[in-house]
Protein backbone atom coordinates (compact mmCIF):
# COMPACT_ATOMS: atom_id res chain seq x y z
CA UNK A 1 0.00 0.00 0.00
CA UNK A 2 2.06 3.09 -1.00
CA UNK A 3 0.84 6.94 -1.68
CA UNK A 4 0.44 7.97 -5.48
CA UNK A 5 2.25 11.01 -4.44
CA UNK A 6 1.13 14.69 -4.18
CA UNK A 7 -2.61 15.24 -4.56
CA UNK A 8 -2.68 18.60 -4.05
CA UNK A 9 -0.89 21.80 -2.65
CA UNK A 10 -2.83 24.25 -1.14
CA UNK A 11 -1.83 28.11 -0.75
CA UNK A 12 -3.11 31.24 0.48
CA UNK A 13 -3.54 34.17 -2.24
CA UNK A 14 -4.52 37.98 -1.23
CA UNK A 15 -6.12 38.75 -4.68
CA UNK A 16 -7.86 36.27 -6.70
CA UNK A 17 -7.42 38.09 -9.95
CA UNK A 18 -4.03 38.11 -10.08
CA UNK A 19 -3.95 34.87 -9.10
CA UNK A 20 -5.63 33.54 -11.58
CA UNK A 21 -3.52 35.94 -14.12
CA UNK A 22 -0.25 34.57 -13.12
CA UNK A 23 -1.49 31.05 -12.86
CA UNK A 24 -3.91 30.46 -15.62
CA UNK A 25 -2.36 33.00 -17.64
CA UNK A 26 1.99 32.90 -17.46
CA UNK A 27 2.00 29.77 -16.17
CA UNK A 28 -0.32 27.69 -18.13
CA UNK A 29 -2.32 25.96 -15.60
CA UNK A 30 -6.00 25.18 -16.16
CA UNK A 31 -8.24 26.91 -13.85
CA UNK A 32 -10.33 23.47 -13.40
CA UNK A 33 -12.36 24.58 -10.35
CA UNK A 34 -13.79 27.95 -8.79
CA UNK A 35 -15.40 26.91 -5.69
CA UNK A 36 -15.51 28.02 -1.83
CA UNK A 37 -13.64 26.97 1.11
CA UNK A 38 -15.60 24.43 2.86
CA UNK A 39 -14.18 25.31 6.38
CA UNK A 40 -14.94 29.11 5.40
CA UNK A 41 -17.41 29.49 1.99
CA UNK A 42 -17.23 33.49 2.50
CA UNK A 43 -14.19 33.10 0.71
CA UNK A 44 -12.62 31.81 -2.86
CA UNK A 45 -11.12 28.17 -3.07
CA UNK A 46 -9.44 27.96 -6.77
CA UNK A 47 -7.95 24.98 -8.45
CA UNK A 48 -5.63 25.28 -10.79
CA UNK A 49 -4.43 21.76 -12.96
CA UNK A 50 -3.46 20.58 -15.94
CA UNK A 51 -6.40 19.75 -18.83
CA UNK A 52 -8.73 17.30 -16.82
CA UNK A 53 -8.01 18.39 -13.51
CA UNK A 54 -5.92 15.40 -12.08
CA UNK A 55 -3.96 14.97 -8.91
CA UNK A 56 -0.40 15.33 -9.00
CA UNK A 57 -1.07 18.95 -10.99
CA UNK A 58 -3.45 20.73 -8.40
CA UNK A 59 -2.34 23.44 -7.22
CA UNK A 60 -5.25 25.54 -5.09
CA UNK A 61 -5.70 28.69 -3.40
CA UNK A 62 -7.97 30.67 -0.34
CA UNK A 63 -8.28 34.19 -1.29
CA UNK A 64 -8.15 35.89 1.82
CA UNK A 65 -8.29 40.04 0.76
CA UNK A 66 -6.83 42.26 3.08
CA UNK A 67 -4.48 39.42 4.36
CA UNK A 68 -0.88 40.16 5.18
CA UNK A 69 1.99 39.25 3.30
CA UNK A 70 3.01 35.47 4.58
CA UNK A 71 6.77 34.30 5.70
CA UNK A 72 7.52 30.59 5.46
CA UNK A 73 9.46 29.41 8.34
CA UNK A 74 9.36 26.10 10.72
CA UNK A 75 6.79 23.51 9.98
CA UNK A 76 6.01 25.65 6.82
CA UNK A 77 6.43 24.35 2.93
CA UNK A 78 9.01 27.02 1.64
CA UNK A 79 9.27 26.07 -1.98
CA UNK A 80 7.03 24.06 -4.68
CA UNK A 81 9.35 21.95 -7.19
CA UNK A 82 8.00 20.94 -10.85
CA UNK A 83 8.90 18.39 -13.34
CA UNK A 84 9.47 19.86 -16.95
CA UNK A 85 10.80 17.97 -19.96
CA UNK A 86 14.46 19.50 -20.62
CA UNK A 87 16.70 21.78 -20.68
CA UNK A 88 14.92 24.20 -23.46
CA UNK A 89 12.04 24.10 -21.35
CA UNK A 90 14.06 25.75 -18.83
CA UNK A 91 15.31 28.08 -21.33
CA UNK A 92 11.57 28.94 -22.69
CA UNK A 93 9.86 29.59 -18.65
CA UNK A 94 13.12 31.99 -18.32
CA UNK A 95 12.23 33.68 -21.54
CA UNK A 96 8.20 33.53 -20.34
CA UNK A 97 8.94 35.00 -16.88
CA UNK A 98 11.07 37.16 -17.84
CA UNK A 99 8.24 38.96 -20.38
CA UNK A 100 5.51 39.11 -17.23
CA UNK A 101 8.14 41.08 -14.76
CA UNK A 102 9.39 37.62 -12.94
CA UNK A 103 13.03 37.60 -12.10
CA UNK A 104 14.21 33.73 -12.13
CA UNK A 105 17.53 32.24 -11.33
CA UNK A 106 19.13 29.53 -13.24
CA UNK A 107 21.29 26.53 -12.60
CA UNK A 108 20.60 22.94 -13.36
CA UNK A 109 17.13 24.33 -11.95
CA UNK A 110 14.67 27.34 -12.72
CA UNK A 111 14.04 28.70 -9.41
CA UNK A 112 11.71 32.41 -8.93
CA UNK A 113 8.37 33.43 -6.83
CA UNK A 114 4.99 34.28 -7.98
CA UNK A 115 3.45 38.19 -7.27
CA UNK A 116 2.83 37.09 -4.17
CA UNK A 117 6.02 35.93 -3.16
CA UNK A 118 5.68 31.74 -3.41
CA UNK A 119 8.58 30.47 -4.11
CA UNK A 120 8.60 27.77 -7.11
CA UNK A 121 11.52 25.50 -8.84
CA UNK A 122 11.19 23.66 -11.96
CA UNK A 123 13.71 20.90 -12.22
CA UNK A 124 14.09 18.53 -15.50
CA UNK A 125 13.60 14.71 -14.52
CA UNK A 126 13.59 11.56 -15.80
CA UNK A 127 11.02 9.88 -14.09
CA UNK A 128 8.10 7.32 -15.46
CA UNK A 129 5.23 9.22 -14.07
CA UNK A 130 2.84 10.40 -16.90
CA UNK A 131 3.07 14.28 -17.69
CA UNK A 132 0.21 16.05 -16.42
CA UNK A 133 -0.05 18.66 -18.91
CA UNK A 134 -2.67 22.19 -19.40
CA UNK A 135 -3.14 23.38 -23.16
CA UNK A 136 -2.47 27.14 -23.49
CA UNK A 137 -1.57 28.62 -26.97
CA UNK A 138 1.53 30.24 -25.98
CA UNK A 139 2.96 27.57 -24.47
CA UNK A 140 4.02 24.22 -26.24
CA UNK A 141 3.01 21.22 -24.69
CA UNK A 142 6.53 19.77 -24.36
CA UNK A 143 7.76 23.07 -22.64
CA UNK A 144 4.86 22.80 -20.09
CA UNK A 145 4.71 22.05 -16.36
CA UNK A 146 4.33 18.21 -16.43
CA UNK A 147 3.69 17.81 -12.23
CA UNK A 148 4.54 18.35 -9.19
CA UNK A 149 7.63 16.85 -7.68
CA UNK A 150 8.75 17.44 -4.44
CA UNK A 151 7.70 20.19 -1.22
CA UNK A 152 10.92 21.53 0.69
CA UNK A 153 9.70 22.30 3.87
CA UNK A 154 11.44 24.03 7.08
CA UNK A 155 11.98 22.15 10.04
CA UNK A 156 14.51 22.80 13.03
CA UNK A 157 14.31 18.36 13.98
CA UNK A 158 13.34 16.46 10.61
CA UNK A 159 14.25 13.35 12.28
CA UNK A 160 11.49 13.78 14.41
CA UNK A 161 8.84 12.78 10.90
CA UNK A 162 10.78 9.89 10.12
CA UNK A 163 8.99 7.68 12.52
CA UNK A 164 5.31 8.78 10.94
CA UNK A 165 6.56 8.82 7.23
CA UNK A 166 7.99 5.15 7.57
CA UNK A 167 4.24 4.31 9.17
CA UNK A 168 2.73 6.43 5.88
CA UNK A 169 5.70 4.31 3.56
CA UNK A 170 7.20 7.20 2.68
CA UNK A 171 11.08 6.34 1.80
CA UNK A 172 13.78 7.75 2.34
CA UNK A 173 15.92 9.42 -0.54
CA UNK A 174 19.70 11.37 -0.92
CA UNK A 175 19.38 14.84 -0.01
CA UNK A 176 17.08 14.88 3.37
CA UNK A 177 14.18 13.88 1.44
CA UNK A 178 11.41 11.43 1.76
CA UNK A 179 9.45 9.75 -1.71
CA UNK A 180 6.16 8.43 -1.64
CA UNK A 181 6.09 6.86 -4.41
CA UNK A 182 2.90 4.43 -5.68
CA UNK A 183 1.23 2.58 -8.79
CA UNK A 184 0.77 5.71 -10.79
CA UNK A 185 2.97 8.73 -9.68
CA UNK A 186 5.55 9.51 -7.48
CA UNK A 187 6.14 12.97 -4.88
CA UNK A 188 9.05 14.10 -2.12
CA UNK A 189 9.22 16.38 0.86
CA UNK A 190 12.15 17.82 1.47
CA UNK A 191 13.43 19.46 5.00
CA UNK A 192 15.71 22.46 5.36
CA UNK A 193 16.75 24.37 8.49
CA UNK A 194 14.32 27.07 9.55
CA UNK A 195 15.47 30.51 9.12
CA UNK A 196 15.62 32.63 12.63
CA UNK A 197 12.40 34.57 12.57
CA UNK A 198 9.16 32.45 12.76
CA UNK A 199 6.39 31.64 9.96
CA UNK A 200 3.50 33.70 8.93
CA UNK A 201 0.83 32.32 7.36
CA UNK A 202 -0.46 35.02 4.96
CA UNK A 203 -0.28 35.80 0.81
CA UNK A 204 2.23 33.80 -1.02
CA UNK A 205 2.41 31.09 1.53
CA UNK A 206 1.31 27.32 1.55
CA UNK A 207 -1.17 25.95 3.80
CA UNK A 208 -0.82 22.30 3.28
CA UNK A 209 0.12 18.98 1.33
CA UNK A 210 -2.01 16.87 0.32
CA UNK A 211 -0.97 13.59 -0.56
CA UNK A 212 -3.09 10.87 -3.08
CA UNK A 213 -4.26 7.62 -2.03
CA UNK A 214 -6.85 5.50 -3.83
CA UNK A 215 -10.69 5.76 -2.57
CA UNK A 216 -10.57 1.72 -1.19
CA UNK A 217 -7.33 2.48 0.83
CA UNK A 218 -8.75 6.01 2.32
CA UNK A 219 -9.18 5.12 6.19
CA UNK A 220 -6.54 2.53 6.09
CA UNK A 221 -4.01 5.68 5.84
CA UNK A 222 -5.32 7.02 8.54
CA UNK A 223 -4.96 4.33 10.61
CA UNK A 224 -1.48 4.01 9.75
CA UNK A 225 -1.47 7.53 10.48
CA UNK A 226 -2.46 7.06 14.09
CA UNK A 227 -0.12 4.23 14.18
CA UNK A 228 2.76 6.62 13.46
CA UNK A 229 1.49 9.07 16.60
CA UNK A 230 -0.42 11.39 14.65
CA UNK A 231 -4.08 12.81 15.51
CA UNK A 232 -5.69 13.05 12.30
CA UNK A 233 -9.48 14.19 11.63
CA UNK A 234 -12.50 12.07 10.85
CA UNK A 235 -12.99 11.57 7.11
CA UNK A 236 -14.42 14.70 5.49
CA UNK A 237 -16.09 14.38 2.47
CA UNK A 238 -14.89 17.31 0.55
CA UNK A 239 -17.52 16.44 -2.94
CA UNK A 240 -14.51 16.58 -5.13
CA UNK A 241 -12.75 14.06 -2.93
CA UNK A 242 -12.23 12.54 0.63
CA UNK A 243 -9.79 14.39 3.11
CA UNK A 244 -8.00 13.63 6.40
CA UNK A 245 -5.99 16.23 7.89
CA UNK A 246 -3.24 16.03 10.54
CA UNK A 247 0.61 17.58 11.34
CA UNK A 248 3.11 15.94 11.15
CA UNK A 249 6.13 16.07 14.02
CA UNK A 250 8.12 19.10 12.00
CA UNK A 251 4.69 20.76 11.77
CA UNK A 252 3.99 20.43 8.48
CA UNK A 253 -0.18 20.58 7.69
CA UNK A 254 -0.46 17.16 6.04
CA UNK A 255 -4.18 16.12 4.21
CA UNK A 256 -4.29 12.44 2.51
CA UNK A 257 -6.72 13.20 -0.32
CA UNK A 258 -8.76 10.32 -2.35
CA UNK A 259 -8.23 10.15 -6.32
CA UNK A 260 -11.91 10.99 -6.85
CA UNK A 261 -14.12 11.06 -7.63
CA UNK A 262 -12.86 14.37 -9.16
CA UNK A 263 -13.94 17.64 -10.71
CA UNK A 264 -16.21 16.62 -13.34
CA UNK A 265 -18.50 15.25 -10.41
CA UNK A 266 -20.43 18.63 -11.06
CA UNK A 267 -19.39 20.21 -14.14
CA UNK A 268 -18.66 18.28 -17.49
CA UNK A 269 -14.78 18.65 -18.70
CA UNK A 270 -15.28 20.96 -21.81
CA UNK A 271 -16.42 23.81 -18.78
CA UNK A 272 -14.59 22.89 -16.42
CA UNK A 273 -13.80 25.96 -13.77
CA UNK A 274 -16.23 28.24 -15.74
CA UNK A 275 -18.71 28.97 -12.94
CA UNK A 276 -18.64 29.26 -9.19
CA UNK A 277 -19.23 25.73 -8.41
CA UNK A 278 -20.73 24.73 -4.88
CA UNK A 279 -21.20 21.22 -3.78
CA UNK A 280 -24.36 20.55 -2.68
CA UNK A 281 -24.25 20.74 0.87
CA UNK A 282 -23.32 24.54 0.04
CA UNK A 283 -25.68 25.24 -2.46
CA UNK A 284 -28.22 26.76 -0.54
CA UNK A 285 -25.70 29.56 0.93
CA UNK A 286 -25.15 30.81 -3.10
CA UNK A 287 -27.13 33.48 -2.87
CA UNK A 288 -25.40 34.71 0.37
CA UNK A 289 -21.89 33.93 -1.04
CA UNK A 290 -21.82 34.68 -4.69
CA UNK A 291 -22.32 38.41 -3.86
CA UNK A 292 -19.76 38.63 -1.86
CA UNK A 293 -16.80 37.40 -4.10
CA UNK A 294 -15.09 39.25 -6.20
CA UNK A 295 -15.71 38.68 -10.11
CA UNK A 296 -12.85 36.96 -11.77
CA UNK A 297 -11.77 37.03 -15.43
CA UNK A 298 -10.21 33.79 -16.47
CA UNK A 299 -7.44 34.74 -19.39
CA UNK A 300 -7.95 30.97 -21.10
CA UNK A 301 -11.33 32.29 -21.56
CA UNK A 302 -10.88 35.40 -23.61
Known amino acids: MKLNGIHHITCITENAQRNVDFYAGVMGLRLVKKTVNQDNPTVYHLFFGDETGDPGLDLTFF???????????????????????????????????????????????????DPEGLEHELLVLDVPDEPLVAKHPEIPADLALQGFHAVRAYSAAPQASAGLLEALAFEPVDGGGWEARGDTRGGLIYYDEPPAEPGLQGSGSVHHVAWASTIEEHMQWRERAIAGGAQPTPEIDRFYFKSIYFREPSGVLFEIATMGPGFTVDEP??????????????????????????????????
Do not use: C, T
Not at 63 to 77: I, K, L, Q, T
Not at 81 to 92: G, I, K, T
Not at 277 to 293: A, C, G, I, N, T
Open 63 to 113: EYPGVPGGRAGAGMVHRILWRVASPAALDFWQRRLGENGIEAERGEALRFA
Open 269 to 302: LEHLGEKLSLPPDYEHLRDEVEPRLRPVRNPREG
